[in-house]
């Protein structure tokens, strides 16, 4: 034998599979190791869309929290400024209660002095809120002799009249009142056929 061999030890199978499993662990690190520029493009290229999509999807949001923004001052806005137009409304819808009664009070027909300064004096009054009134926008509906208006006008009669056309407004029961192009209370109206 040579000397060579005298000194080698010998080789078992423990031995082996252990070389064996050492030099599969040193492959498998060198494989993780050795990232090739294409695997870094595809794993930038994946992160590049991902943030785009993300990016996309904080732009909508974005734009949607913009637009309910924007919805929502513009409603409060006009919601201002139809309180400010109609403010009036709850005041004037009061008042016209105690105008009919000052103008079915005036209709009294009296040949006492004192009951007429009364009523002179009722009609100051009364001709005061009317003009308060105006000032604010309210304002009488015309209902005699015009065209029915289902807005405008509550029917509460229809009577059959030759001398005036069809639709038309023949007698007011009660007048109707409007603040500025709200209607507060309609007139009640007889109607021809």
């Keep these: 034998m040579t000397e060579e061999r005298k000194n080698e030890q010998p080789v078992n199978e423990e031995t082996v599979e252990a070389i064996f499993a050492e030099e599969d662990v040193q492959v498998e690190q060198a494989n993780e190791e050795a990232v090739t520029p294409m695997d870094e493009l595809q794993?930038?290229?994946a992160k590049i869309e991902e943030l785009e999509a993300k990016?996309?999807?904080m732009d909508n949001k974005y734009l949607r929290l913009q637009a309910d923004f924007d919805n929502s001052r513009r409603r409060a806005k006009l919601d201002m400024e139809a309180a400010l137009k109609y403010r009036a409304q709850s005041l004037a819808?009061?008042?016209?209660?105690s105008l009919d009664n000052f103008e079915r009070a005036m209709k009294i027909e009296s040949d006492n002095e004192e009951?007429?300064?009364v009523?002179?004096?009722?009609?100051m009054i009364y001709k005061g809120i009317v003009e308060a009134l105006k000032k604010e926008g309210v304002e009488a509906i015309e209902a005699v002799g015009k065209e029915f208006d289902p807005?405008?006008?509550q029917a509460v009669m229809q009577v059959q009249d030759d001398s005036v056309?069809?639709?038309i407004v023949v007698e007011e029961f009660q007048k109707g009142y409007k603040l500025k192009d709200r209607v507060i209370r309609p007139s009640m109206v007889k109607v021809s056929e």
């Design 115 to 117: 009951t007429k300064s």
């Design 93 to 97: 819808g009061d008042l016209i209660q």
């Design 55 to 57: 990016l996309e999807e």
């Design 165 to 167: 056309e069809s639709n």
């Design 151 to 153: 807005h405008m006008h």
């Design 119 to 123: 009523i002179a004096g009722m009609d």
């Design 43 to 45: 794993t930038a290229t």
